[in-house]
């Protein structure tokens, strides 16, 4: 499990970062199941147990929650990946690419908690978890998790156009940022 | 060959073999398998693709034991193998609630001439029946591609398939001799393909 080679939970200023727990789950969903932040989420769960079992072990294992003085006010995903590589040299990108993402309460909005929480993130994956790659990807309308990228140092790789379908608005345009350690680093 | 699967495959539901002005274009066979290792394992060729193939029986072992043979076609000129493209189905990413509306909506297009080829155009014929194939064929609405960023050769076809580069990922994929490299990712939809003169 990725989370289970660091040490928990991670603090920063106002904020605990901690893999979820079962327990954490239904402050989650009630969360995620809101119609004004399931908009740019890949699902809108609308039944907590249906939610729980399509989320399943490996969606739990990709979370973690921010903890706002012992409130859970929202989620953070990490996806560790291989990098893309050659097969000759397939083992040196093993794990060396992290997929991340973000939801947080309407409720805790305006007040920086998801910059301050994923910039710890970054931090967790290129100095703990040795990832050499962070990719970000938003819907291309989905404006302040866009400035969130930015706010990180991300970069603008590419924008699709029409490439995803969204349940309101048809097919769409997705953007993708990222980030190399190299650059985070510098 | 294969994975068997019960379902059709986009090969199935297409009619063989598609010709072009100079080519022929037709879903590989195993008679075929000398002529492509010849070419794919040539180092300049072999610069270029996932990985390099030396030894003949792992080749075959590894192109039998895959899907290549539902996603590779042969391209001949003059009744010769001068290349092979793929052409995959891929599901389109959706929100979960529209998941079924997006699959088998895209696909995946590639293509290898022999060198010996090079500099006649035969990349850029066959890639051009590609889309066809993908629009008109089957009803896709969006085609893609993917190459290295320093494969000149592959992007110039892009280029002239009228396939926009959408996205540039920075050092994303490892090369073997190369190290961290660029990618690029190109994409047409159906409305856009449809709209460019003959």
Known sequence: MTFDRLSWPRRTERLTLRP???????????IRSRKEVAEWMPNHPTSYD????KLGP?????????????????????????????AEVKEVATRAQAEIGWCLSPDHQGHGYVTEATTELVRLCFEDLGVRRLVANAFADNVPSLRVMERLGMVCEGRFRSESLHRDHGWVDGITYALLRADWEG | MGESSSEVTPFQRLSWPV?????????????????????????????????????????????????????????????????????????AWSQRETRDQARGTQGDIGWLVDPAYAGQGIATEAARALLALCFDGLGMRRVTAAAFADNTASLRVMEKLGMREEGRGVREALHRDRGWVDGVNAALLADEWRSIPD
């Open chain 1, 58 to 86: 490996v969606g739990v294992d990709r979370m973690l929650v921010i903890d706002l003085y012992g409130v859970v006010i929202g989620d953070l995903y990490l996806h560790v990946v291989d990098g893309w590589a050659q």
């Open chain 2, 19 to 91: 010709r072009t002005d100079r080519l022929l274009i037709r879903p590989i066979e195993p008679p075929d398998l000398p002529a492509i290792f010849a070419i794919r394992s040539q180092a300049e060729v072999a610069m270029w693709l996932s990985g390099t193939v030396t030894d003949y029986d792992a080749f075959v072992e590894e192109w039998t034991t895959s899907d290549r043979f539902d996603t590779t076609l042969v391209v001949e000129l003059g009744g010769k193998v001068v290349g092979d493209v793929f052409l995959r189905a891929t599901d």
């Open chain 1, 50 to 53: 249906e939610w729980l079992l």
């Open chain 1, 20 to 30: 979820a727990e079962t327990p954490d789950l239904p402050a989650v969903f009630a």
